[in-house]
């Protein structure tokens, strides 16, 4: 992620500690993906252990890059307001 926008010079590095919240974000939406993951391949398999090990492992090596920018993204949204009109009123 870079330290500032390079449409409107936004500084993405707020105060340390800022991004906390975004992995309060990252846990919510792992454990929703865990759930309804786990609800399905108890509903093919069962209890069995491999199963459920195997694809939470894969699904999540390949997701935890997109859930981690889109926590972040989230997170900084719930406290900087987003003006599309910006580029129009800044030139």
Known sequence: MPHKCPVCDQDFDNETGFYW???MVSHAT?????????VTIFHFYGWET?????SLT????VLVP??????????????????????????
């Open 66 to 91: 997109v859930i981690f920018r889109n926590s972040r993204a989230v997170w900084i949204n719930f406290f900087v307001n987003y003006d599309s009109a910006y580029r129009k009123k800044g030139k």
């Open 50 to 54: 491999a199963p459920h090990l195997i």
């Open 30 to 38: 792992t454990f929703v993906l865990a759930l309804i993951l786990h």
């Open 21 to 23: 919240g975004a992995m």
């Open 58 to 61: 894969t699904i999540f090596i």
